[in-house]
């Protein structure tokens, strides 16, 4: 078992490790025996710790130490689970891992004295809607989920996106608590807080900073994703990787190394981001090196209609501004074809089915975009990327193939 520390202005675990579904019941009720959400800026003792009160986990990923924490953790006490507020826990899934866990996760939940309702939605990118959204915050309305009780992400990326945003705006904020299903979620999108829906006008434009009270990611719950959905994580870990790791990228090189070797991968996975995400919690500067590859990725989810998953979006995403970074001299060659050849070792299409025009008036409705330029994270060395500001105008000649 592995715990990362990450130090917010809302500080939480992620525990990572084998078999956590069984045991879902009991880590909530050790963070709902923490009390109610603190206020934003208050900092605590970690949340949601199985640790006994005499021990803690020391403070991880201030830009110290890039190093795994290897530290063991137990599961909560008996004395722990006896104190437990019990209250109503808000389970929001999708239709396919309902299908898969939905039972035992419940059972989990039901066993440690929790009343459960569920809001199951559908799969995919689409559910990430103003009007997904307004039903679940109704649906929690309805059933009388009240500041106490728990929000709880059982899923993905989209999952924990839109319950992460319900969880911020619903009675202006309760608590939230993400359980990782997927390798995309365990790596990136469970841990620093980014909650959202989608607008017609471009992905991820409507939502919320909303820090979870603690991330649970269990290895079994991982390994049970096979193809493109495990594929959509293992795009996120190769640019971790680019961007901090180059003994990460080394490793990758070999054949089967995610899947043999999840929980360490996830820890890493988890530790870059919590460096970055402890220093620029709200993206001022350095939190947007993390988008690398998202500035086009995001572009061509958008431009396929979400046809092309965001982790294969973001693959391509890495391959052209990669190029583009060995054109405007940012890296060399051989490293922008270091970072394709990685990607295409790993069976990601990178031929952009869009051109340089249309990318470039899909990003022009980017997030990152302020006034006339956007910032694009762009690699510098395996293992090192760099903020660059690029005009609006200059789009089409950046993402030029
Ligand atoms: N996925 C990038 C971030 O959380 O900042």
Same mark, same amino acid.
Request: charge should be positive; proline fraction near 4%.
């Given at each position: 078992?592995?715990?990362?520390?990450?130090?917010?202005?809302?500080?939480?675990? *992620?525990?990572?490790?084998?078999?956590?579904?069984?045991?879902?019941?009991?880590?909530?009720?050790?963070?709902?025996?923490?009390?109610?959400?603190?206020?934003?800026?208050?900092?605590?003792?970690?949340?949601?710790?199985?640790?006994?009160?005499?021990?803690?986990?020391?403070?991880?990923?201030?830009?110290?130490?890039?190093?795994?924490?290897?530290?063991?953790?137990?599961?909560?006490?008996?004395?722990?689970?006896?104190?437990?507020?019990?209250?109503?826990?808000?389970?929001?899934?999708?239709?396919? *891992?309902?299908?898969?866990?939905?039972?035992?996760?419940?059972?989990?939940?039901?066993?440690?004295?929790?009343?459960?309702?569920?809001?199951?939605?559908?799969?995919?990118?689409?559910?990430?809607?103003?009007?997904?959204?307004?039903?679940?915050?109704?649906?929690?309305?309805?059933?009388?989920?009240?500041?106490?009780?728990?929000?709880?992400?059982?899923?993905?990326?989209?999952?924990?996106?839109?319950?992460?945003?319900?969880?911020?705006?619903?009675?202006?904020?309760?608590?939230?608590?993400?359980?990782?299903?997927?390798?995309?979620?365990?790596?990136?999108?469970?841990?620093?807080?980014?909650?959202?829906?989608?607008?017609?006008?471009?992905?991820?434009?409507?939502?919320? /900073?909303?820090?979870?009270?603690?991330?649970?990611?269990?290895?079994?719950?991982?390994?049970?994703?096979?193809?493109?959905?495990?594929?959509?994580? *293992?795009?996120?870990?190769?640019k971790h990787?680019i961007i901090a790791?180059?003994?990460? /990228?080394?490793?990758?090189?070999?054949?089967?190394?995610?899947?043999?070797?999840?929980?360490?991968?996830?820890?890493?996975?988890?530790?870059?981001?919590?460096?970055?995400?402890?220093?620029?919690?709200?993206?001022?500067?350095?939190?947007?090196l993390?988008?690398l590859?998202?500035?086009?990725?995001?572009?061509?989810?958008?431009?396929?209609?979400?046809?092309?998953?965001?982790?294969?979006?973001?693959?391509?995403?890495?391959?052209?501004?990669?190029?583009?970074?060995?054109?405007?001299?940012?890296?060399?060659?051989?490293?922008?074809?270091?970072?394709?050849?990685?990607?295409?070792?790993?069976?990601?299409?990178?031929?952009?089915?869009?051109?340089?025009?249309?990318?470039?008036?899909?990003?022009?409705?980017?997030?990152?975009?302020?006034?006339?330029?956007?910032?694009?994270?762009?690699?510098?060395?395996?293992?090192?990327c760099?903020?660059?500001?690029?005009?609006?105008?200059?789009?089409?000649?950046?993402?030029?193939?």
């Amino acid at each position: 078992m592995k715990t990362i520390y990450i130090n917010t202005s809302r500080p939480y675990n *992620v525990h990572i490790g084998a078999g956590l579904i069984h045991q879902a019941g009991a880590y909530l009720n050790a963070v709902v025996g923490e009390g109610l959400v603190p206020s934003r800026g208050q900092s605590g003792r970690p949340q949601g710790s199985p640790l006994r009160d005499n021990e803690t986990h020391p403070p991880h990923g201030g830009g110290q130490s890039l190093r795994p924490n290897e530290e063991q953790c137990k599961p909560p006490s008996p004395r722990e689970v006896a104190r437990s507020a019990g209250g109503s826990i808000a389970l929001i899934t999708d239709t396919n *891992v309902n299908r898969i866990h939905g039972d035992t996760i419940t059972a989990s939940l039901v066993a440690a004295g929790f009343r459960v309702v569920k809001y199951v939605t559908r799969p995919g990118e689409g559910s990430k809607s103003m009007t997904n959204l307004a039903r679940l915050l109704n649906f929690l309305a309805e059933e009388q989920v009240t500041r106490t009780d728990t929000i709880l992400a059982f899923g993905g990326g989209v999952v924990g996106d839109l319950a992460g945003f319900a969880a911020a705006s619903y009675l202006r904020g309760v608590r939230f608590v993400q359980f990782a299903t997927s390798l995309l979620a365990a790596v990136d999108s469970s841990v620093g807080g980014k909650t959202g829906v989608n607008l017609a006008a471009g992905k991820n434009l409507a939502g919320a /900073f909303w820090q979870p009270e603690m991330v649970l990611c269990d290895t079994d719950v991982l390994l049970t994703q096979r193809g493109r959905r495990f594929m959509d994580g *293992v795009a996120e870990v190769i640019k971790h990787a680019i961007i901090a790791d180059p003994a990460l /990228f080394a490793r990758l090189g070999e054949k089967g190394y995610i899947r043999s070797n999840l929980a360490e991968v996830v820890a890493r996975n988890v530790e870059i981001k919590a460096s970055v995400v402890s220093r620029d919690e709200l993206e001022r500067g350095e939190r947007a090196l993390l988008n690398l590859g998202h500035t086009v990725g995001h572009a061509i989810e958008r431009l396929s209609a979400y046809k092309i998953t965001h982790g294969y979006a973001v693959a391509m995403g890495m391959a052209v501004e990669a190029r583009a970074a060995a054109r405007m001299g940012v890296c060399s060659v051989e490293v922008a074809g270091k970072i394709e050849g990685i990607l295409a070792a790993h069976g990601f299409d990178l031929a952009c089915p869009y051109d340089a025009e249309s990318l470039a008036a899909a990003m022009l409705s980017d997030k990152k975009r302020s006034a006339d330029t956007i910032t694009f994270a762009l690699p510098q060395e395996v293992g090192k990327c760099v903020l660059v500001p690029v005009k609006v105008g200059e789009m089409v000649g950046v993402v030029n193939r």
